[in-house]
């Protein structure tokens, strides 16, 4: 049984295989055990179970549409901007941003309320593409789960039995557990920041954003760091890049009032109790509303 377990591992390996492939965020060669292809299927299949995982799509289509907005901007500038990108934003209370294979990402209502501009959201994003295009998940998650996991997700594209259920769930468990290497996150800050200022964002936001999630974790651990591991001199790189390469460049987008009325708007709204409609009362019939009871005093 272990002899035709080994042999159906190597038969998958052989057949998913795709040969050595150049990182276009490090321009170094490195071995790709999947193809591009591969990539999407994943994210065809899995996207929709991380997605429910997360608390399920944020419920109110305008603000979807902003969010997609943005990350199709920042997208265009990319070096795969031929993927076809899916910017999502979840109902989830926890700090943090998820990149799926093949395209699919994913921004927690949580992360959505610390930010306070559109450009934040702009180097949020543009930092998740940046782990698409360097395919950092689907190399973290064969750190994190093992080749022969990863192999049965991938083979199990299509499939429905009870075999490809497990490989599913430890797929959608590894996704929303990795961690990225912390070259893969300097990888992505430098990368994303470049997206934010090809796009016409300011890139100042990109140090703005890694203040206010070092902030809050000077008072909680935030789930975004579990995930992205933070570099050392994390600001001090960001803002030597900065001085370096952009500091000649003219004022560009922070779009605070935008985010403010597409973003922050939208979810003060739903934080807030429902008014009934007028003509409808809450309280039941034959009983007094609470605040005429009596207190036995």
């Known amino acids: 049984m272990v002899k035709r377990f080994t042999w159906l591992v190597a038969g998958l390996t052989l057949g998913l295989v795709s040969g050595c492939a150049v990182n276009p965020l490090t321009g170094q060669e490195e071995l790709m055990f999947f193809s591009e292809d ?70 927690t209502k949580g992360l959505l309320e610390k930010l306070d ?13 940046g782990h698409v295009v360097a395919r950092d998940t689907m190399a973290a998650l064969s750190r994190q789960i093992g080749m022969t996991a990863l192999l049965g997700a991938a083979a199990s594209v299509g499939g429905s039995g009870s075999g490809d259920l497990m490989a599913g769930t430890a797929f959608v468990s590894g996704v929303l557990s990795l961690q990225y290497s912390r070259d893969d996150e300097k990888a992505a800050d430098m990368v994303g920041m470049a997206y934010l200022v090809q ?41 030597e890049r900065i001085e370096r390469r952009y500091g000649m460049i003219g004022e560009l987008k922070m779009g605070r009032e935008d985010y403010e009325q597409n973003v922050l708007a939208v979810l003060a709204e ?16 034959g009983h007094e509303p609470a605040s005429s009871l009596e207190t036995g005093s």
């Open 117 to 129: 501009c559109e450009a934040q959201l702009a180097a949020i994003l543009g930092h998740e593409i």
């Open 199 to 239: 796009a016409g964002y300011d890139p100042r936001a990109a140090v703005e954003t890694m203040r206010i999630l070092q902030e809050l974790q000077s008072v909680r651990p935030v789930e975004f760091f579990s995930t992205h591991p933070n570099p050392q001199n994390r600001v001090a790189y960001l803002e």
């Open 38 to 107: 591969k990539d999407v299927q994943l994210g065809e299949k899995y996207a929709p179970q991380i997605e429910q995982a997360l608390g399920g799509r944020f419920p109110d289509e305008n603000l979807q549409d902003y969010i997609n907005t943005v990350g199709q901007r920042i997208a265009r500038f990319c070096h795969r901007p031929d993927i076809a990108y899916h910017f999502t934003a979840v109902d989830e209370k926890q700090v943090n941003a998820f990149a799926v294979p093949g395209g699919y990402i994913f921004i």
């Open 270 to 285: 739903h934080k807030s109790p429902r008014r009934p409609p007028d003509g409808v009362t809450t309280e039941v019939e």
